[in-house]
């Protein structure tokens, strides 16, 4: 097996992405009416203003005008962890991407660091191997026991389980992928705007793996240098690792060197945030004390109605009612459009919690309810530490092989590790179940879209658990916000939308709609 380079192809582009952006700028000055590309080089005296205030904006931090030009990339041969780390880890993109839990990996799919050589090498891809091997033996194992429990979900459907296989095995590529290593290749469609360009070649040697990180990101300029040198030659150098906020605290914390993998501080940490969160998956950290009567606040401020014409409990069921606010009710989540609905930006909650990375890798792409993630290796403490899927934990057989493999697993990381291997070429051999451990947040407004999709018995089932452990906590503080948030069915039943399940062909097969947030419950 040996090591593959990414594949960054650029599918489309912006015409004239420097010209756009400058033209936009110089825009917001004219008295002529909208400038267009063109115009930026119509004369010599175009060309020289055009130079003058593209370098004058850039200095001055008025950027804008980049977002203006896209970039439409598909990337292949790319790692789950570069992904999760750095494509996936801010707010401005856009990505479609090859799901681990419906489509299975292909056996030597993965990522083997170019520089890696000799018995670091053969430690590495003996780690590979063995968690790729796990995740096809767990597959045919969880069979029998999936297939019992899709079909106690879906009883009409047993008498013909042959129709059924497809799904099932789905379900098991979907408990199994908690095995595969965070090396495993992914392919995506990946959309930026100029100026998240710019950060990516700026920051493309930050933490968690700066070497990937540079193939794909010079991969990526260089397809943009082809279409428009311009636009690259004013990007600004990247930072140097070494001159990264997170690297700086390593090195001047552990005075002995600058290495983001220390064990014993790791668990001392893990020990910490573990025995606040106890079991659950999330827990309430902090939220905006006042946040019903500033909701509601709100609310009559955006329609100038007073509280003695429009009091508290009418204001919120104005805004989170689905029969009063039937937005709530659509798929296309037009409520950052709506006057009304935009009032439950003002109330705020923070959550502390506790995930695997692969069900973190869905977390992150509700991108408005942003969270500060880790550095990874930072948290690994040097023993076995991961997230159990809950159809494991019920079965003995089931757990018993799980537990053996994962113990294998970080077996072989920490043979590579005393080999010498680099902390960031072991971070690919960590397994999507390791945990994240985080905080995250946002505005009622984006946590209410979360929550509405996250408690469908379709979610992904560590989301789906978080959701409920945050609804729940959010019911004992704000009563009269919570009442009012359950899965998309329950919603659209309130607003008397039809069919109350959204997701045609791939209902869940239980009537979520009658049920109250204190029953919600799944094994799958």
Request: glycine content about 4%.
């Amino acid at each position: 097996m040996e090591s593959q380079k990414p594949i960054v192809q650029l599918l489309d582009a912006t015409k004239e992405p420097f010209n756009l952006a400058i033209a936009s700028a110089r825009t917001c000055y004219s008295s002529k009416g909208v400038l267009l590309p063109e115009d930026m080089v119509r004369t010599e005296k175009s060309l020289e203003i055009r130079d003058k205030v593209a370098k004058s904006t850039k200095k001055a931090g008025h950027l804008t005008t980049r977002q203006h030009p896209h970039f439409i990339f598909t990337l292949d041969k790319v790692s789950r962890q570069f992904v999760w780390s750095f494509l996936h880890s801010h707010p401005y993109y856009n990505s479609e991407q090859v799901s681990q839990r419906y489509v299975e990996v292909k056996k030597e799919n993965y990522y083997i660091p170019p520089s890696l050589s000799g018995e670091q090498k053969e430690l590495y891809l003996e780690a590979i191997e063995y968690a790729s091997n796990a995740y096809f033996e767990y597959v045919e194992l969880l069979h029998p026991f999936i297939q019992d429990e899709y079909f106690l979900v879906y009883k009409a459907r047993a008498s013909y389980p042959e129709k059924w296989q497809q799904p099932i095995k789905k379900k098991c590529l979907e408990v199994a992928r908690y095995l595969l290593p965070l090396g495993t290749f992914t392919y995506l469609y990946h959309t930026v705007n100029g100026l998240t360009l710019h950060r990516y070649h700026r920051l493309m040697n930050s933490f968690d793996v700066p070497e990937e990180q540079r193939l794909v990101v010079e991969a990526m300029i260089e397809k943009v240098r082809e279409v428009d040198p311009l636009y690259v030659d004013e990007m600004d150098d990247p930072i140097p690792l070494e001159e990264t906020a997170e690297y700086q605290f390593f090195h001047e914390f552990y005075k002995d060197g600058s290495s983001e993998f220390r064990p014993e501080a790791a668990k001392n940490f893990v020990r910490e945030f573990d025995e606040d969160i106890d079991t659950r998956y999330s827990r309430l950290a902090s939220y905006s004390s006042s946040g019903p009567e500033v909701l509601a606040s709100a609310v009559r401020s955006v329609i100038g109605a007073t509280k003695s014409a429009l009091n508290d409990e009418e204001a919120i069921r104005l805004v989170l009612d689905p029969s009063k606010n039937k937005h709530l009710t659509s798929t296309l989540n037009e409520t950052t459009m709506s006057p009304l609905a935009r009032a439950m930006f003002n109330v705020h909650y923070s959550f502390k919690k506790r995930i695997s990375h692969t069900a973190d890798s869905q977390d992150q792409r509700h991108r408005m309810v942003p969270g500060a993630r880790p550095v990874l290796m930072s948290q690994y403490t040097g023993m076995p530490d991961y997230i159990v899927p809950k159809v494991v934990l019920k079965y003995s057989q089931l757990e018993e092989t799980y537990r053996r493999k994962m113990d294998g697993i970080f077996k072989n990381l920490n043979r590579f590790l005393e080999a010498g291997g680099k902390p960031e070429y072991a971070s690919y051999l960590l397994p999507n179940a390791f945990p994240i451990r985080f905080y995250e947040g946002g505005d009622l407004l984006n946590l209410h879209h979360k929550w509405r999709a996250r408690t469908c018995y379709n979610a992904q089932e560590e989301i789906f658990q978080a959701s409920i452990n945050e609804l729940t906590d959010l019911s004992k503080v704000h009563p009269q916000i919570a009442k009012w948030i359950k899965a998309p069915c329950w919603i659209r039943l309130q607003g008397d939308v039809k069919p109350y399940c959204p997701e045609g062909d791939h209902y869940c097969g239980t009537q979520v709609w009658k049920r109250e947030l204190s029953e919600y419950d799944r094994t799958l």
